[in-house]
Nanobody, 114 residues
Framework: QVQLVESGGGLVQPGGSLRLSCAAS????????MSWYRQAPGKERELVAT????????SYADSVKGRFTISRDNAKNTVYLQMNSLKPEDTAVYYC???????WGQGTQVTVSS
């Protein structure tokens, strides 16, 4: 069965950095684009970043462009999200998702606060 396990979240001060990881199993990882989403309390889940199956193209929400970087390692079935210059408004639960598949992990909490 499909499993997505997000990790790397935590509490960080504004301006700090975190690197999220998502370990995937149960499907052919290298054939799917992957995305990171986030959901803040009381808000809709929003798309943060997407990477193609080969990793040759990425896209970002305007709110994170220039601060976040999505990458993947197909040999490890893992997708990453490097988050720099974090802001309080980045506080949310972050999820990874394979493109066109209705599967979600448990998410990892990111809290940006002084």
């Amino acid at each position: 069965q499909v499993q997505l396990v997000e990790s790397g979240g935590g509490l960080v001060q504004p301006g700090g950095s975190l690197r999220l990881s998502c370990a995937a199993s149960g499907f052919t990882f290298s054939r799917y684009g992957m995305s990171w989403y986030r959901q803040a309390p009381g808000k809709e889940r929003e798309l943060v970043a997407t990477i193609t199956s080969t990793g040759d193209s990425t896209s970002y929400a305007d709110s994170v462009k220039g601060r976040f970087t999505i990458s993947r390692d197909n040999a490890k079935n893992t997708v990453y999200l490097q988050m720099n210059s974090l802001k309080p408004e980045d506080t949310a639960v972050y999820y990874c998702n394979p493109s066109r598949l209705p599967y979600w992990g448990q998410g990892t909490q990111v809290t940006v606060s002084s």
